[in-house]
Each structure stands twice: as structure tokens, then as C-alpha cells.
């Protein structure tokens, strides 16, 4: 399509196209062709001729290639038309001077902490060693002590240790990733008493058992390491120096030791060839059944007869991040932003996380300048931003949003992200209120391998999961299957909790925001944060053809296109009054089954039925004593969730009705009351023990790290045993409830003509 | 005690040893007298010896030193005061002539199929081989043909592979030991197609993903296989050419082409040493994670390129088999027996399976010799049997009772068995109705581990069971917990499938049975069946000190004597009304989420979603759709369980209230009741497709092979969309219930003084 004929259908139907983007039905035909345009600029062989590019060479905080690719793409953002520039922060940002694991005693064992390249594969490109196997923000040191095995080394691991009556106490712990964040790891070993940490990938997890090595296969080889972030992100993320403030040339900054979200004993990764070595040395019981791996060994608890070197020193000084931040200034209302994020460093070669969905966020910045350039405007303000340092701790678009927070609550509409993007189904995770638009989107993208939209077979898979004998949440389960078979209503989104750079505008800043991304069906799991996450292994085994890659800049350009079009806001408020009332329930009957389970465990204690039922030959002690749970006093968020659902009925009753005929003033009103509504769901008090996490709905569990938890102060509380905080957070959370249930109501008056 | 003072207070207070039976609290002082002298006769040192001896050479069926352990025990029986004799039958019993199993294709490979001698070990001591690994009534045949893996070949396993699009037919499968029965496994693959089966013993199962391997620890070593049978017992046990009658030396015998429970295809039992030779043969799709072993190595369906050549050729001669029946004359009522076994073939030493519990059964022979040397007789008449042919099939036993039926039904009181017995908690399985009895013995008998009683332990372990978030029937375990934990209510105990001698008793002909062990400390199973179930490895691992197979001896003990000596029936009516009422519960929530599950699964595939959600790139089909199921008509049943409660009240009250003024007559009349009383439960019309179980209480399933299945004919009707047998069988076992409630509430009217 021509500039000029495009213009002038823009302004003729641009009523229409409000109320096109308010329905999961059919968009107007102007809208249908806008997005067909944008379609046809997206072409999957450019998304992979980038990625190859952006992956050629290491790429993490502090390497030459991770500033020049920043360069790269401010370049090709003012090539397409954007007003772009680099804004960087100084950060904490360690890297490993000297590492050393070995086994010491009679049979004497060095870690080779090594992945060697693979021909055939960028791998084989870089110098080596690329980037030593290290884990970011752990505390540097140097023991010498016994191995003891404890799993995924999460907090049911040790309550299963302590126990089976072994201490890791003044022990290196050997834990084994998987099940819940890296970094609760190294955390919780530390909290135990342990003096050092190794984690290791355990073939059963990401290797062999689950298929065939690379390069014959996906799965991560005998070699294979997963690095990471062991930053204390539960607390906060981003620069560790910098809580709350951006990490700025003349920020003030906290010494390494104030900061908490540091470890203070030394942590390394090593891969399941090494770590074999170190696990048979174990001595001690064999572990419960379910901490078995696939090594063809007898797995133990330990600890071992030999001892364990464990030494980290790293360089501790600052280094520079390049966040890009490209804008295409809104029409109609500049000062409303429409957000869109993935972030640009990697470890090593970093082809499927990040520069997948990196690729598709470029390919919709192209098109969405192809469209400008042929002379359509958003009315309102597009923000594309490409960050730095989200791996060791999500620091680019921390820093970016705490530098920025006031602007953004002011202005921010939604933020959208994504981060690695493989061949699958549609993975949605976010602001419910924002869900009606994520349907209608979902609906008009169709799904290139069964032709049906990427928002019917999301309905599909929601609807399997609940079938899985498997599935943790059961009645989490059936409820959003009872909910995605109906197509009456929307395709239910996830709560997100954390692990991308969705989390400083949600939890932090209170801006609504979406993650969208493609998955399931690829196979980057077992190269992830490996040296082999290359562009070889993501076009043979994530998504071959960049066929799913393109279809995220497809999905997600329409959601920035219909955001930045509209003029009505574009939440709905009934899907957020629906999840609030499911968490609600799920909250509820937890806080009943904790009561249950400590009544009958105090039954059991006191018939000493656990110490009746063990093995005298084996040390399995009776559990820690489970408080007794109190009744708490729901009435206040049972209350502020109806009064929600009567809020959200009117509100949505009522922008349904409205639509051309909105005076400006009026829509301007509306807007103002939409805009920061979410906001209303952060308190400034924030969570207890970590302030800086303000978001009374969505935040990431303290004992899952990544894992969402909602109505977290409520939900936490209760799974913690924090009883005053369990009725405290009712009515913090009951009153943000509240705040939102005012702005509909004004909103809703606006719109009915008041 | 000398002889002379036992008479006289054993006569003097014989009425109150008759109450004291009755009730789970304190026996007479004369009965723990008698009990103490038992006690006092056990010698674990003993037990020891005996299993040494007659473990010390392979002692399957038709090896020397079987006959020669049945002329031994007969030779002891006798020794100590019996009246025994061997009962010999003529069975078919294969032996193998010839096994090979080969790869084929371009890394030719041949299997072992031998198990080394281990050094300081039995195993050492006898010719190699042995005796050949392989799988009794296994279908000759000499097959060459590709690969496939069905993980543990049941049903299940077989549905997932439809789905993942393979085809065993003309197949030769592979399946591990492990999930159900392992005469289910070629069986299934033969109903499947398949014109081939190997059974391997995968590490993670029994291996050293356990625990050590042998002779470092107890598990099964690389080399280790299990032997075992695979006549299809689900139709009936015994010998295959002699259903329903004694293998007598002229009885009418089936040909054995007509012989339904013999297997069509070639099977061999095989190592994971072999086995993994085999499966890294196979190519195609990765496995379900369920599937996965812990070899190291990525396991795939199949099919495998190479082809397999598979050829067994057997020797299908009569054997011989030896039962020693020792018989001690009751004093007071002769024709009524105590019947108590366990057999003493085994594969290759057998020193757990069977010599643990045959150790006991010995030990408790001579001491109630020794009790009856000092002037004691039982008043009912104690039958001790010591079973040939139990390995391939129960054939002993089966032939036995198929022999004596008519007498058995008119004098069987209860039948008591033991089989493996290890280190552990009481494992009680059996007719209900005798959980008060079983409950007042598990109470008498401490434990020496604990210093609790047996039961109290046991009460413990059910208790912790409902706690097991891997608990597959959670609601079946809560409720069993509930009872466990009230200290007023009996101990519960499992229901009876299959896999030891008690079934011809308790599901052919009415006869009730317990089976008492002790278990689950020891660990036996890594050796199960293999050549290193040696008396070094049980002695080491599974009983040191031989205690608790001393006190199983004490424990069965017990049971013979209070059964024995008791005047009044030991029937306790409650406790198997109460059963009843729970499997009824259990049946009707099953036939209701079948009904949901079916429904939910064709809304589910007429919205395509299976299709929808698959990888194309993998072959993932629909499942195969449910039946929808009707609603059925349990009222039948529902009534007959209400009618049972009703008439056990009236009877336990009654029973509770008599004693020592029963007059003679009635008492003859009430035991003539009781005596018979749960072959009403034994219906002539038997199960359907499978008329030699008649009983309608308990049965194996047809689909687990050893594990029971309550109301069977309903149950497993329900299981296997059989939906005009879930009707007809809802009837005839309330009809059976009924009749039971008949007989109780005669013999009420009789001890109220009719």
C-alpha cells in the first residue's frame, strides 16, 4: 500500500478502528489491511540473517560484541526511521579472574569447568575459552570442605535433608538445577550453613534422557554449562549497588558488602561429565527416590569422605550497559506510551536467548518504520527498547525504569515483552485486564503448522493441561480449562513472575504489562546459557525456517499497532475481576489444607507414627513441627473481589456502549483514569521484606524465584507460616482491590456521560 | 512348663481362652502362657540353618534338590510329631533346551543369558549354569525381527504407543520388569501383535539407581536377571493342563495346544548389562519421560533398524511336583482345619522367595510339636503344607485344592500364607472378616526394632501412607488412615490379589485366607528371582540375625494357635461390612469419573484439540475415544451393603455376648454357619471370561496381574467399558452379600438362644 491512499482511509475509519480493538471479533477492514501491510514486511530469512550476525561472537555485559551489537541496532533503528539513542548505566558487574573445583583425597579429581567447541558450530568460533562457566553475583572464596548432594537444593530438599539427619553445615553442597530459580540455590545452602555451592546439570534433566545430545541432538552434551545469575532477584533486581535508584554515572552507590542481593560464599557450574566425578565420591544413604538423576550411578547424600576445593575470585568493578531506546512519537497522545522490550546480551552466543525473540522485536521495529514511512502515525507514542545486562539480573530495564519511574507511571500503557522464542504454541502471561486484546490479537494470527489462530490451539493446550496426570495446581488447571473451552470468553493469560524485563515495570513500577512468546515444540533447554545456544542449534532444533520467530513479530506488532491506534483504553476489567476471584479461592482453600495437614501431622507427632514407621538403620528423623494455622479473616478481599466483579461489569458495560461519539474531553478523562490503573495495585509498603517488589497481584515466589505467585503477600504468608502478615496483606491487598474498583467506577461514569 | 501343669490349667480355663480370642485387647493369662512357650521354642539361629541348608542348591521344580527339601521338611515334620506325607502331582512344567537372542545388523551382538557366580557367595557354590534364565510357559518359537520399546508393556504403555504411532504388529518387543505383573507383558504384546518379548530388569527400577549393586549392596547387579513365569494366571493358576481338577497321575488332561494360560510367542527374561546393547539399537521417537529408564542413554520407541532374532525351544515334559502336608488332629472338633502355608521351590536358591517364610513355617511346626509333646492338642485340627510348583504358577497349592475342594469347603476354617519375608512392618492381606483376629495377634507381638507392638507399627505405616503425595488411590488411603488411627477400631488390612498360594483357597473356593509377612526394610528385590538370592545376601540385607523371620514365626504362630484352640468362630463381622461399604464408595466414584473423563474427552476431540496441541513433527495421534457411560443401577448393591451392616451388628453383638453358656448343640450349629460363611461370597458363575475365580470380593486384576481389584466383577467391568457386566455383576454380588447376611444373621438367632 501507497502512503497516500493509506492515509486517507486511516482517517476516514479511525472511529471504527477503536471499536474494532475493544472486541476479540473481527478487526475493521482498516485495521485488517494495516496489519496485512505489516505482515508483509516481516520476513523470517532477515529475522535469521540477524541473528546470526548478532550471535557471532560472545555477547554477555562488558564484551566487545555486546556494545557493538547495541550499535548495531540503534544504527538500524535510525534506518528505519525511529528517534533512537543508547542510554547506558554503570553496574556491579563481577567477572570469574580465577576459578578452581577439585576433588581432593586418594583419587584426586580437577574440574575441567571447560565447554569444548563443536565444529561445525559458532561454537567453534570464538577464542577459547569464550567465557569461563561462572556464576554472576556469587561471593567470591576459597574452602576446603565435605560434598553433601541436596537435590534441586530448594527448601523441601533441605526440610527432606534435615531429616535424613545430614547438616550441610560448614559442607560444599553439590545441587543439581532445575525445579525453582538457580539462584535460591547458592541462597538457601548459604542459609543453611553451607560454605560453598556447585550445580550441576543433571542429565536427567537437560541431557540424554531427554533426547540426543549436540550436535547430534538438542540436549545439552557431557560438557555442557549452565551459567547464570545467583543475584538475590527475590529482593530486588537489577544493579545490586543501585536499589530503587538508576544506576547512573553519579548515582550514589552502596558498597559491595551493603548490598544484599550479593552471596557471600562462592558458587560455580559445572556439567554433568564433571560433576559424575564429584557425586560418586559421596558416601552416606542413598537419596529418596525422586532426587535420582540419570547418571549410571547410585545417587547419595553424602556427605563424601573426600574433600572438595571450591575457589572463585572475580573482578568486582563496574562496567557499562547499553540499553537501546528507539520512539516513534504518537499522533494524537504523545504522552501515552506504548512499550515493547527483549533484551540484546547472552551468555556466550546467546542465538535462542535472547536474539530469538531480539530478532522478532527488530523485525517489527522494520516494519512498523516501513509503515510510518509509507505515512501511516500511531495516535500514540511507540517505545521500542533492546536492553542490556538482562542476564545477570535484569539490569538494563531496571535501571531504565527506575531512572524513568516517574515518567512512566505517567505515561506508560503497557508494557510488552519477550525474551527466548522457539517453534510452539502461544505462551501469554500478564495483566489480565489486558487479556480482551491479547484474544483479539491471538485470534486473527494464524498458527503455521495446524492453520487454525495461535489463540485456538493456546485454548487447546489449556485445555490438555488439565487432563496431565502430572499437574501441580489441579484445580488451578481446571479452572482455566473450564474457561479457555469456552469461546465466549477470553483465552486466559498467565500471571507472570519473574526471570525477564517484564518485572521492573509490573512489580515495581505498577505499569501493566504482557509477555508473549512461542514455545514448547523447539529445543533450547538443553543448550541454555550453554556455549552451544547457537545459531546453528536454534534454526536445526528451536525453529527451523525462523518460521515461529517471524510469527512473534506478527503477534506482537499487532498488539503495538492496535494499542497505539486506538483511542478508547483497551483493558477489560471482567477477566481481571475473574482471575482475582480464582486466586481468591485458591488462596482460601491453601490456607485450609495448611490447617489439615498441621492438624494431622500434630496427630501423627504425637503418636510418634513418623519415628515408629522408619528404618532404625537409616537415619529419617520426624519433620519440623508444623505451626497450627488460625482461622484468618477473609471478609475483606472476599468483599473487595465482588465489589470488583459489580466495578468491572459496569466499567466494561459501559465502554461496550461508547465510541465515536465521546466528547475529547470525556476520552481524555477516560484516558487519565485507564492509563494508571494498574497502578492502584502497587502499595507503596510493597512486600514484606523486600519493599521493592510493590505489586499486590503478580510477584515472583521468594522460594521459586522465577515462579509466579498471586495475591503474594496473602499467598506467601500463608505458605510461610507469617500469620500476622496473612491478615495484614488481606487488607493492604483488599484495599488496592478497592483503589481499582474506584477507577472503574469513575471511568465508568465518564463513559455513561458523567 | 512341664506337660502336667499346662493340662490342667489349659483345661480349667478353656471357656476364657475362647473370650479372650474374641477381642483385640489382652488374651487369657493361660493363653499367653501358651503363647510364651511358643515363643520360647523359635530360635532365629534355627531359621538360619535351615534356610542354608535348604538354599544350598538350586531347588526348581524337577531339580534334585527340591525333592529333595520336600523329603527333608516331610523327614522333620514327622521328627517333630506330625502327621505328614508328600502328595506328589504330575504337571507340565517347561524347561528350556535352547535360547539364543541376538542384534542382528551391522554391530551383531549376542546376549548372555548367564549370570556369573559371585565369589563368597552361594551363588558360587552350584554348576553354571544353574539354571537358565528364562520365562516359564513362554511360547516357543525361533522370530527374527525389528525392535520396539513399550516401557513396562501394560496396558497403558501400549495406548501411549498407539498414540505416538507405532505398531508392534510382527514386532519383537522390549519392556522392563516393573508396574504390573510380568505374565501381563508378553501377553499384552502377543494381543498386540507382537511375535516376540523381552523383559529386562531396567537399574532404575531395581538397580543401582536403588541402591548398590550386589555384592557391594542389595541390589541387581549388571548381570542380574529375573526368572519367572508367564502362564497367564489371570484365567487360572496351576498347572495349565488341569483347570478346575487335581493334576492327578490319571487325571483328564487338556493337550497343551489347548491350554489357554500357555503364551503363543517366544519370551526371555534378559540383564540391563544385555539389555542396553538393545535399546541403544532403537531409533524413531524418544520416549515419554515416564518411560525413561536409568541407563545412560537417550531411550527411544523403536522401531530398531537391526533386526533381533529371538528363538526358544523347551523341553513341555510332566514333572513331578512335591507337597508336604503335615497334619496335627484337633482334639474338640477335628474336622475343622487350620490350614497354614508356604512353598518352598524357588528359583534357582531361593533363599528370600520362598526360604524366609518357609524357615518360619518350619519353626512354627516345631514348636507347636514341642507344645503337643508337653501335652497340649488343639481342638481344631492344624493342617501345615509346604507347597512345590509356587514359581511358575502356584501349581502346589492350586492342585492341592482343586484335589480336596469338596473336603476343604465342608472343613477350611482360614487358610494362612507367608512367602518372602524380610526386615520390617507387618504386611497383612486377606479375608476381612478375620481383621479382629489378626488385629488381637498384631497387638500381642512386639516389635524389635520399635518395642511397640507389630500392629501399632503397622497402624503407623498406614497412617503416613495417606500422606504420600504419590499415593495413586489417595481417597482408598485416606480412608484406610482414618481407621488405622482410631486405636478402638481393628487394623486393616489389604485385600488379596495375587502371586502366592493362598489364591485357589480364597478365590476358587470360597475359602477365607490371610497372608502375613514382614517387609519393606529388607531388600530383597534387587535379587528377586535371579541366582544371587542366595542365604549370604539374605542374611546380609534383607533379615541379619534372622528376627524378623523368627518373628514371623511368632506372629502366624499366634494366629494357628487362637484359631486352633478357640471354641466360638473368630469371624468379625464388622470389619468386612465396613470394607464393603468403602470398595462400594470406590466403585461408584469411579463409574462417575470415567463418565466425566469420557465426556470430557469427546468435547476435547470434537474440538480437535489432541490435534491441535501435537507436534506435527512428531507423531502424536488422538487417544483411542471412551465409551460414554451410562448411568448404572447400583441400588442392588447399595442395599446389600446396608443390609450387611445391619446383620454384621447383629451378629458381632450377639457373638460378643456369648461365651462359656453356649450349650453344645448351638455351638455345633454356629460354627457350622461360620465355618462355610465367605463362600457365599464365591459365586459358581466365577468372573467373567475367567470362571475359575469365583470369588466376587476379591480377585487379581486382569489388568495388574498380582494387584487386587475389590468387587471385581463391577470394578473391573466399570475399568474396561463393559458396561452390560457392570449391571448383571452389580446383582450377583449383592446376591452373594446377601447370602452372606443370611448366614450372619442365622447364626445371631442361634447365639441370642434360637
Given at each position: 500500500m501507497h502512503r497516500s491512499s493509506f492515509l486517507v482511509v486511516s482517517v476516514v475509519l479511525c472511529a471504527a478502528t477503536v471499536l474494532g480493538a475493544q472486541a476479540s471479533g473481527p478487526v475493521t477492514p482498516d485495521q485488517a489491511t494495516l496489519e496485512k501491510e505489516f505482515d508483509a514486511a516481516i520476513h523470517p530469512d532477515e529475522l535469521g540473517g540477524w541473528m546470526k550476525s548478532l550471535a557471532s561472537q560472545p555477547n554477555h555485559v562488558g564484551s566487545p560484541h555486546d556494545k557493538a551489537n547495541a550499535e548495531w541496532i540503534l544504527a538500524h533503528f535510525k534506518a528505519w526511521g525511529w528517534d533512537a539513542h543508547i542510554e547506558t548505566f554503570d553496574v556491579l558487574y563481577p567477572t570469574p579472574i580465577h576459578e578452581t573445583l577439585k576433588l581432593l583425597g586418594r583419587k584426586p579429581f580437577k574440574a575441567t569447568l571447560q565447554e569444548k567447541p563443536i565444529k561445525g558450530d559458532s561454537s567453534a568460533a570464538a577464542k577459547d575459552p569464550a567465557l569461563p562457566a561462572y556464576l554472576a553475583y556469587q561471593g567470591d572464596g576459597d574452602v576446603k570442605a565435605e560434598l553433601v548432594y541436596v537435590n534441586y537444593g530448594m527448601k523441601e530438599d533441605y526440610d527432606a535433608l534435615e531429616r535424613l539427619g545430614v547438616s550441610v553445615k560448614g559442607k560444599i553442597v553439590i545441587v543439581r538445577y532445575g525445579s525453582g530459580w538457580r539462584g535460591l540455590k547458592p541462597k538457601l545452602a548459604q542459609e543453611h550453613g553451607a560454605v560453598g555451592c556447585i550445580i550441576y546439570s543433571d542429565p536427567r534433566d537437560d541431557g540424554y534422557s531427554v533426547e540426543a545430545t549436540y550436535p547430534n541432538g538438542p540436549m545439552r552434551p557431557p560438557q555442557g554449562i549452565q551459567r547464570g545469575s545467583v543475584q538475590d532477584m527475590t529482593l530486588y533486581p537489577g544493579d545490586p549497588l543501585t536499589p530503587d535508584i538508576g544506576?547512573?554515572?553519579d548515582a550514589k552507590r552502596l558498597s559491595v558488602a551493603q548490598a544484599?542481593?550479593?552471596?557471600?560464599i562462592p558458587a560455580l557450574p559445572i556439567s554433568y561429565a564433571d560433576a559424575r566425578v564429584f557425586l560418586e565420591a559421596l558416601g552416606g544413604q542413598v537419596v529418596p527416590a525422586a532426587w535420582r538423576g540419570s547418571l549410571p550411578i547410585t545417587y547419595r547424600v553424602g556427605p563424601s569422605k573426600a574433600l572438595v576445593h571450591l575457589a572463585v575470585k572475580s573482578d568486582w568493578s563496574l562496567k557499562t550497559i547499553y540499553d537501546v531506546i528507539a520512539v516513534m512519537k504518537g499522533s494524537a497522545y504523545p504522552d501515552q506510551w506504548v512499550l515493547r522490550g527483549n533484551h540484546h546480551d547472552g551468555w556466550v552466543f546467546g542465538a535462542s536467548d535472547p536474539l530469538s525473540g531480539q530478532a522478532a522485536l527488530l523485525s517489527e521495529a522494520k516494519a512498523i518504520g516501513s509503515l510510518a514511512a509509507s505515512g501511516w502515525r500511531p495516535k500514540r507514542t511507540i517505545v521500542y527498547t533492546s536492553w542490556d545486562g538482562e542476564e545477570p539480573g535484569l539490569i538494563g530495564s531496571t535501571e531504565w525504569a527506575e531512572t524513568h519511574g516517574d515518567e512512566l507511571k505517567q505515561k506508560a500503557i503497557l508494557y510488552i515483552n519477550s525474551d527466548t522464542n522457539n517453534r510452539g504454541i502461544l505462551e501469554l502471561g500478564g495483566s489480565q485486564d489486558f487479556e480482551h486484546l491479547a484474544t483479539g490479537v491471538a485470534a486473527d494470527v494464524s498458527d503455521p503448522e495446524t492453520g487454525v489462530s495461535v489463540g485456538q490451539r493456546l485454548r487447546a493446550k489449556l485445555r490438555l493441561a488439565a487432563l496431565d496426570p502430572e499437574a501441580k495446581e489441579k484445580d488451578h488447571a481446571k479452572a482455566i480449562a473450564k474457561i479457555a473451552a469456552d469461546p465466549d470468553r477470553d483465552v486466559p493469560i498467565a500471571a507472570l513472575g519473574s526471570g525477564s524485563d517484564y518485572s521492573a515495570f509490573l512489580q515495581h513500577l505498577g505499569v501493566p504489562a504482557l509477555s508473549v512468546e512461542y514455545g514448547g515444540e523447539g529445543n533450547s533447554g538443553g543448550v541454555y546459557h550453554s556455549r552451544y545456544d547457537t545459531f546453528e542449534h536454534h534454526k536445526r532444533f528451536d525453529d527451523p525456517g525462523f518460521v515461529y520467530d517471524a510469527l512473534l513479530a506478527k503477534t506482537i506488532g499487532r498488539l503495538v499497532l492496535r494499542l497505539s491506534d486506538a483511542?478508547?483504553?483497551?483493558?477489560?476489567a471482567g477477566d481481571f475481576a475473574d482471575s482475582i476471584s480464582l486466586y481468591l479461592t485458591e488462596v482460601k482453600k491453601l490456607a485450609g489444607e495448611k490447617r489439615e495437614a498441621a492438624e494431622t501431622q500434630a496427630k501423627l507427632l504425637n503418636d510418634r507414627a513418623f519415628a515408629l514407621v522408619?528404618?532404625?538403620?537409616?537415619?529419617s528423623g520426624t519433620p519440623t513441627p508444623l505451626k497450627q494455622v488460625p482461622q484468618f479473616d477473609f471478609a475483606p478481599l472476599e468483599k473487595a473481589s465482588e465489589r470488583l466483579k459489580t466495578s468491572a461489569k459496569g466499567y466494561d458495560d459501559a465502554l461496550a456502549k461508547s465510541g465515536a461519539g465521546l466528547s475529547p474531553d470525556r476520552l481524555a478523562r477516560v484516558q487519565a483514569l485507564m492509563q494508571s490503573i494498574d497502578q492502584t495495585l502497587a502499595s507503596d509498603t510493597g512486600l514484606p521484606g523486600r519493599p521493592w517488589f510493590k505489586n499486590l497481584i503478580y510477584a515472583p515466589g521468594t522460594l521459586t524465584g522465577y515462579g509466579a505467585k498471586t495475591l503474594p503477600g496473602v499467598r506467601e504468608a500463608i505458605e510461610q507460616q507469617r500469620w500476622d502478615d496473612v491478615n495484614r496483606y488481606i487488607k493492604l491487598t483488599a484495599d488496592a482491590l478497592n483503589a481499582y474498583s474506584d477507577r472503574l467506577d469513575s471511568a465508568a461514569a465518564v463513559l455513561n456521560g458523567g
Open positions: 544506576a547512573t554515572k544484599r542481593t550479593i552471596l557471600k483511542d478508547l483504553p483497551l483493558q477489560q522408619a528404618d532404625p538403620t537409616k537415619s
